[in-house]
C-alpha cells in the first residue's frame, strides 16, 4: 500500500535538480541541460546541433528531438557524462 508519504518521496528523488554542464567529447563540446524531470529529458546543445534525448527503462539512451536530422552526436557518450554527472 502506497503512503501519501511514499509518494512524497518518490517525486523528490525524481525532482533531482541538475544543473547546466559541458561535456567535451572528440575536442566538441556540447552544452547540457535538463528539459524536464518527469519524464527526465535533457537538451543538448552546440553552435551546430540541438538534441532532446532521454533514458529509457532498459538503459539506452535514445533521441527524442533533433535538429538538423542529418546530424550524429555521441549518444551513448553524452548519456554516460549525463549519468556521472547526476550521480555526482
Not at 511514499?6 to 535538463?34: H, K, M, R, W
Amino acid at each position: 500500500m502506497c503512503t501519501v508519504t511514499g509518494i512524497c518521496l518518490a517525486l523528490v528523488i525524481n525532482l533531482i535538480i541538475v544543473e547546466p554542464f559541458t561535456v567535451t567529447i572528440d575536442g566538441v563540446n556540447y552544452q547540457v541541460s535538463l528539459h524536464s524531470a518527469f519524464p527526465r529529458l535533457f537538451d543538448v546543445f552546440n553552435q551546430d546541433v540541438y538534441y532532446t534525448i532521454g533514458k529509457t527503462d532498459a538503459g539506452n539512451w535514445v533521441y527524442i528531438k533533433h535538429e538538423p536530422l542529418s546530424a550524429i552526436i555521441p549518444i551513448k557518450e553524452i548519456g554516460d557524462a549525463i549519468d556521472d554527472h547526476v550521480a555526482g
